[in-house]
């Protein structure tokens, strides 16, 4: 009888231990792997800033991009009055300047006869 017992309780090891690896997995896949992919998307908005754009800090402060150096971004945030702060303070850009890349498309005009 104690053979019985000691026979079905073989498998039982090995169940914590898949139960600590899947939720590393569940872990892994529902808070790691996003938040990587939005300071990925964050460092790409940060090095892409240029004179111009319209950003938000994480302050919540509107300002227009007036110079930007290696680790610092100058805003213009009223007419004359301009601060610096460090590019991770940007939150978003609200709206890119015109660098010059234009995608629209030109439209011709044409005479309608009516």
């Not at 964050?42 to 007036?66: F, R």
Request: aromatic share 6%; hydrophobic share 45%; charged share 20%.
């Amino acid at each position: 009888m104690l053979y019985a017992a000691e026979g079905g309780g073989g498998a039982g090891g090995l169940t914590p231990i898949l139960m600590i690896a899947l939720l590393f997995g569940v872990m892994y896949f529902m808070m790691i792997r996003p938040q990587q992919k939005r300071r990925k998307e964050a460092e790409a908005m940060q090095s892409a800033l240029g004179p111009g754009d319209e950003v938000v800090t994480i302050g919540g402060l509107y300002g227009t991009v007036t110079h930007v150096a290696d680790d610092t971004v100058l805003l213009e945030v009223a007419p004359g009055v301009q601060t610096r702060y460090a590019r991770p303070a940007i939150a978003r850009v609200v709206s890119q300047a015109d660098r010059g890349e234009s995608t629209e498309q030109v439209v011709e005009d044409v005479d309608v006869k009516e």
